[in-house]
Structures are given as structure tokens and as C-alpha cells.
């Protein structure tokens, strides 16, 4: 049972708010000699009273926001009665400015009070306060450990999402346990050595306060989720738990779900590898700013990011990965939470190069590493929308799936780069950059870090908001890198009209780059916020889309779809070689239509990247204006089918080639563009492909001609 307080009204209270007060002409011959008073006098000017400090004859003085209040010594001249229930009808209960009521049921308590006139009359005033009793629910555990069964709990039945909720010391602990089960509760408090779990998958919703005693346990499992509604500040610890798949060279992107979490302790007893946080306006070893440094604080900030590598200790190794459990040890952050963003001065926007050739731009100094704050999943859509004003509309997810080139540095920005460019997880409202089969829809997972990019603009600080409105017992919690694969204000990204390619670049050694453009609703045939995201150049192989003279990994387009639109299409080439442009994957739309490569440099031909992917050579450095995306075959390359019809490919006990030219070598590729087979030095008009095993799988045969002219075959065998 709690106590509740009212506080009556006291009457010829005076209070004085000064918001701001300067001295004029800098205290040069000001005017009024700069004298000011803040006081009070009667009418008769023989009596007066002045604020401490704030008399005409102190020194001149200056202010902001400050406030005095006078509050008469003398015989009050008002009198209060308080009445149970509505109007003055009940019983009286007190007669004092502050009473103090314990109610068991939620009951209206009036106050009258009186004032005596200096001209002798009075005046009587009325006016009621209701104190709200939520029930509470209390755990007994008589029955088993499960939130679930109505029999443990007192009254009966489990609690609902206005129940103030009571965990005490039982002989049974409350478990949430199921698949996706979320628990209630209005408030919940664990006393003194009870234990509340929620085991993994599942969620409990709290509408207000959290409150964990001294020696309490809330321990919240992998893949589980605390979510509240109201902005309370919480009292006492929980454990929250993450797991990551790592190796040993594998950085995870982790935030803190709790607030002043020691960085040093997440993995305790196990030590980890380097710690760091990135900073966006230090300079770098390419001549741009950002890189990575040691975290400049022990306890993580709320909202921000860092990265940890992989432990050396054992069963932690390069070959395989193994679970690395982290525990979040501290108060959960809850409610409105400000992380502070930033951006260098590079306002460049013309195209430049630093110290080690790589390109810069003007967006390559406003990346920031944030991360979720809450011990739940949140809605990257909805953030994405929150913090419009501030930041570019695409989120970056970090998946290191491959192990680093070298061993200095973690990202692959603008200097050195070490890990590869697809092993980041790019989303906005177009769709991820890297998944065919991801859903519309990002949720960030508990303790998950992600890059953002702040708009761009002269060097500035600002700062983006989280709230409890990105969270919900709805939305999934178990998608976390690393992994071992990979209201009115609530805008509703998921069901927008699509309609998307996926374009991958592969060279010799099977390396890959991805690009994602279509048609989405909402966007322009412009540079959309929500819509398109900018190429981070890396300095490795890359494929993206122009809109104008910019690069994009993400682009989307308006609707409706007009088949004779043209997308050009841009690469980087680190090194001269063969490489294969191929479809890594289309929306439904797309599976009845037509995909066209055109190789501006090769005599204008025109591929059917449905049929194929599209070999050609390339040198090294950026190719802006040699391929486009087109949709009809109106000028397809005759030059190309006629070739197509000298050669052909005969499936039998062996896979046979046979052409009216010389074949000088071929290249059989699996369906996912992955080279599996070369025969070189073929010289013959017919090739026998012994070592291509029959396992109805899909094939695609790169042909090379005596004559330089490439054919591609695609066959089942």
C-alpha cells in the first residue's frame, strides 16, 4: 500500500521570473545609471522588500533565468477542509495543507478552502483530486515457474498491463518461457534475492516503472526483450544477455542496453580483443577525417557504438566461430535518450583523392557509430524518419562475414582497407542492399552498433533521438551481427510498392560486390533522403548506379515502371581481369521481364542478364559511362546472336561445345556466377568438357572465340 500527499493552494503568494536582464551599452553610461530592483512596496510607498542582491543600490547586475518568490509572514487569511469523496457531503479528514491518505480502492478527495476579504466577506473555492489504486499482482510460485499458469499468482490469474506486479522470494522463480511469449505488467518490482527470467525469444512489456531491490535479479536472455511504454527512469540491475558467433579476428558492433556499462567487464572472465569507438573528425592516413580510436571512456555512452574484436584465448580461432556471450550488467536505459552526432569540415562535393589515391568525398566525414540503447529490438524505419532533419536515411550494419586482408583496421572507409565492402549490411526504404530475401522492414537487435551519416554541412555538432516509440513486443530481437549467416507519428515503410533488382559484380577469385536499384513508391527520379544511399568508395571492386554524376549503392526510382528507362550503371576496378555481371536476385515484378546489360565500349552490345551473366575485361580505376540497365530488345546486337547460333552446347554423358569457329577456352560458372571449371587452349571448333559434373545444376558457359568474341551459354546438366 503507498501513501499519497496533496498540497493545497497557498494564497498571496507572489513569484517573480526574470528570463533575461543585461546591462545596457555594456555598462557604458546604461541607461537608468544600469539600476534595476526586483521588490515589492505597499501603496503608500512607506514599506518595501527587495530580493537579496537585487536592490538599486547593489552593483548593477545581469541575469538569466531566475526567479524570487514572496511569501507573506503574517496571519494567513485562508483556511482549507478536506472531504472524502465528491463535493463536501463526506467525511472530513483533515484540515492542514498537506494531508496524507492510503486508500485501498481508488477514491476523489475535495478540498474547500476559505478566504477572509479585507473588506470582511469571504470566498469559498472547491476542488477534487482523485487517487487512481492500481491492483497489484503478486507471484507465488505454488504451482511451477511459469508466468504463464493463472495459479501462480495472487489474486489469481496472470497480470495484465495495468497490474502493479510483485516478485517476492518463492520457492519457485518466475520464468517467461515459450516461443515469442510476452509477459504484462503495469509496474514490476523484484524484491531483495527474487529472480524474474526471461528466457530466450521471449519478451516482457512493462507500461511504467522497472524497480529491481537491492540483491534483486532480472535476467533477460539472448534474444530476449524488456520493453516499456512510458518515459520512467528504472532503479536497480538487470542482466542482459547477447550472444555473437566470432572468430578470433572478427569485430562485433555492440551498444549498451544499460546505462554506465564498463566496456572492460561485457565479457567477463573472458578478455577480449581491441577495444574502439570511431571518430568522425580526427584526421586519417588518406588525408580525410574519421578513424578508429581507443574509447575515450570506460562506462559506453547511451545510443553510441563500439567495436570489439574476437577473443585469441581458447576454443576462440580463425577457422571456426564460436559463442561469445556478453552480459550487460546495469540500470536499462529507458525513454527518451539524446546521443550526440557529428561531421568534419569537407563540403567538397566535387570528386577528390587523398594521400593513398583513394577517392574522398564530402559525406566521408559524417559517419557516426551509434547503436541501439534498449534491451529490445528497434524500428530502423522509424528512426530513420525520427532523425530526418539530422541524418542521411540508410543505416549500416556491419555482418563480417570474411576474415581481414591485413590485421591494422577494421573498416574499409577512406585510408586503409582490410575487411571487405559486402560484409556491411546497408538499409533504407528502397530495401537491403546485400539481401534478395531480407524483409522490408531493419530491427535493430539489444546491444547491436550501427553506422549513420549525418547530413552534410559546415563542421557541426547536433544530436539524434531515441524514444520508446521505436520499440515493441512485436518486433523480432534475434537478428544480431555477428551471426554466423546472415501512433501518427509511426510511418509505415513495409508495404510500399516494389519493384527491385539486385546487381552483383564477381571477378576471377569468385570476389563480389553488390548494387540494389527499382521502383519504389514515394520515390523521384531525383536524390531521395529515404530512398537512395550513397557508394561508400573503398578503394576494392564495386558496382553501383548514377543519378546524374553521383554514385549510389541503394537507388530507388519513381513509379510507374516505363520500360524504356535507361539506369547507367558504374564499377571500380582494382585490377585488369575478367569479370561477370550478374542478377543476384529480382522482386516478383521482375521474373516475367526482361533484365539488359549494355557495354557502351564493346560495340554497343546489348546482353540478356536473364539468359546469363555478362563477361567482359576491364582496367583498373572508375568506368562511370560504359554500362547501362535497359528493359527492351529493340536494338539488341545482332552481332551477338549471330554467334549464339554457330555455337552450340550438347548435354549427354559429357557436356559438349561445338562452334563454326575456332574455340580458344571456356569457362563453366555455377548459377551463383562462381567460376568451377576453365579449359584453356582449346584450338578446336569442339570441346569436350570431361571434368563438369552431371548433377542437373545449372551451368553458364563463358565461350571465348579464336577471335576474341565471348558467347555465353547457360544449360542444365
Request: hydrophobic share 30%; glycine share 8%.
Amino acid at each position: 500500500m503507498s501513501n499519497f500527499f496533496y498540497n493545497a493552494l497557498r494564497v498571496n503568494i507572489i513569484e517573480v521570473y526574470v528570463k533575461e536582464k543585461n546591462i545596457d551599452n555594456f555598462n557604458v553610461s546604461p541607461w537608468n545609471g544600469g539600476n534595476a530592483i526586483i521588490g515589492l512596496q505597499n501603496d503608500g510607498a512607506t514599506q518595501a522588500v527587495t530580493a537579496p542582491g537585487r536592490n538599486s543600490l547593489d552593483t548593477n547586475w545581469s541575469v538569466i533565468n531566475e526567479a524570487w518568490r514572496f511569501t507573506p509572514s503574517g496571519t494567513t487569511l485562508t483556511s482549507i477542509e478536506w472531504f472524502q469523496g465528491s463535493g463536501t457531503s463526506g467525511p472530513s479528514i483533515g484540515n492542514t495543507d498537506v494531508i496524507s491518505v492510503c486508500p485501498t480502492t481508488t477514491t476523489t478527495y475535495t478540498a474547500q478552502v476559505t478566504y477572509n476579504l479585507c473588506t470582511g466577506g469571504t470566498i469559498v473555492i472547491t476542488d477534487e483530486t482523485t487517487v487512481t489504486v492500481t491492483p497489484n499482482k503478486t507471484w507465488n510460485g505454488s504451482i511451477s515457474s511459469d508466468w504463464d499458469n493463472d495459479n501462480n499468482w495472487t489474486p489469481l490469474g496472470k497480470p495484465n498491463s495495468s497490474d502493479c506486479v510483485i516478485i517476492p522470494v518463492t520457492s519457485n522463480n518466475p520464468i517467461i518461457n515459450g516461443s515469442g511469449y510476452n509477459g504484462l505488467a503495469g509496474t514490476l518490482t523484484i524484491y531483495s534475492n527474487a529472480t524474474l527470467t526471461v528466457n530466450s525469444g521471449n519478451n516482457i512489456t512493462v507500461t511504467d516503472l522497472v524497480d529491481v531491490n537491492t540483491n534483486g535479479n532480472f535476467i533477460i536472455r539472448n534474444n530476449s526483450s524488456l520493453i516499456q511504454i512510458n518515459d520512467v527512469t528504472n532503479l536497480g540491475i538487470i542482466t542482459y544477455e547477447r550472444n555473437a558467433s566470432v572468430r578470433t579476428l572478427d569485430y562485433v558492433y555492440w551498444s549498451s542496453p544499460v546505462f554506465n556499462q564498463n566496456i572492460n567487464s561485457i565479457f567477463n572472465p573472458i578478455i577480449p580483443g581491441p577495444k574502439y569507438e570511431w571518430n568522425t573528425t580526427i584526421p586519417n592516413s588518406n588525408g580525410g577525417q574519421g578513424n578508429w580510436v581507443l574509447p575515450s571512456t570506460t562506462n559506453m555512452t547511451r545510443g553510441k557504438g563500439y567495436i570489439i574484436r574476437g577473443p585469441s584465448s581458447s576454443p576462440f580461432n580463425n577457422s571456426t566461430a564460436n559463442t561469445l556471450t556478453a552480459r550487460f550488467i546495469g540500470t536499462p536505459n529507458n525513454g527518451t535518450i539524446y546521443t550526440p552526432i557529428y561531421r568534419g569540415n569537407d563540403t567538397n562535393t566535387a570528386t577528390h583523392y587523398g594521400t593513398n589515391g583513394i577517392e574522398i568525398t564530402n559525406l566521408s566525414d559524417n559517419w557516426n557509430l551509434l547503436g541501439n540503447p534498449y534491451p529490445s529490438a528497434i524500428r530502423g524505419s522509424q528512426f530513420l524518419f525520427d532523425n530526418r532533419t539530422k541524418i542521411l536515411g540508410s543505416i549500416r550494419l556491419w555482418t563480417h562475414n570474411n576474415l581481414p586482408i591485413y590485421l591494422t583496421n577494421p573498416f574499409y572507409s577512406s585510408f586503409q582497407y582490410n575487411y571487405t565492402a559486402s560484409d556491411y549490411l546497408t538499409y533504407n526504404f528502397t530495401g537491403t542492399s546485400c539481401c534478395p530475401a531480407a524483409p522490408d522492414e531493419l530491427f535493430i537487435g539489444a546491444g547491436q552498433g550501427f553506422f549513420v551519416e549525418m547530413i552534410d554541412g559546415p563542421s557541426t555538432t547536433d544530436v539524434v533521438t531515441f524514444n520508446n516509440n521505436l520499440r515493441s513486443s512485436t518486433y523480432p530481437n534475434n537478428i544480431f551481427y555477428r551471426n554466423q549467416s546472415s501512433s501518427e507519428n509511426n510511418h509505415n515503410y513495409v508495404n510500399l510498392e516494389r519493384k527491385r533488382i539486385w546487381l552483383d559484380i564477381v571477378n576471377s577469385n569468385n570476389q563480389s560486390s553488390r548494387t540494389l536499384f527499382g521502383y519504389i513508391e514515394g520515390a523521384s527520379m531525383e536524390v531521395d533522403n529515404f530512398f537512395d544511399c550513397p557508394t561508400q568508395q573503398s578503394g576494392l571492386m564495386s558496382i553501383y548506379s548514377m543519378i546524374n554524376n553521383n554514385k549510389f549503392l541503394i537507388q530507388g526510382r519513381a513509379l510507374p515502371f516505363n520500360e524504356n528507362d535507361i539506369i547507367p550503371i558504374g564499377i571500380e576496378i582494382i585490377s585488369t581481369g575478367n569479370y561477370n555481371i550478374a542478377i543476384a536476385g529480382v522482386d516478383d515484378f521482375f521474373n516475367s521481364r526482361n533484365i539488359y546489360l549494355k557495354d557502351k565500349l564493346n560495340n554497343g552490345i546489348i546482353h540478356n542478364l536473364k539468359t546469363s551473366p555478362y563477361n567482359f575485361t576491364s582496367n583498373p580505376g572508375m568506368h562511370n559511362d560504359r554500362f547501362e540497365i535497359i528493359y527492351t530488345n529493340s536494338t539488341l546486337s545482332n552481332t551477338e546472336q549471330n554467334f549464339e547460333n554457330e555455337i552450340k552446347v550438347i548435354s549427354s554423358t559429357n557436356l559438349s561445345v561445338i562452334s563454326n569457329v575456332e574455340i580458344e577456352n571456356i569457362k563453366v560458372f555455377n548459377s551463383l556466377g562462381q567460376k568451377i571449371n576453365e579449359f584453356s587452349n582449346i584450338d578446336s571448333k569442339e570441346a569436350i568438357l570431361k571434368t563438369v559434373i552431371k548433377n542437373q545444376s545449372t551451368y553458364l558457359l563463358q565461350i571465348q572465340l579464336i577471335d576474341g568474341k565471348i558467347i555465353n551459354k547457360k544449360i542444365i546438366f
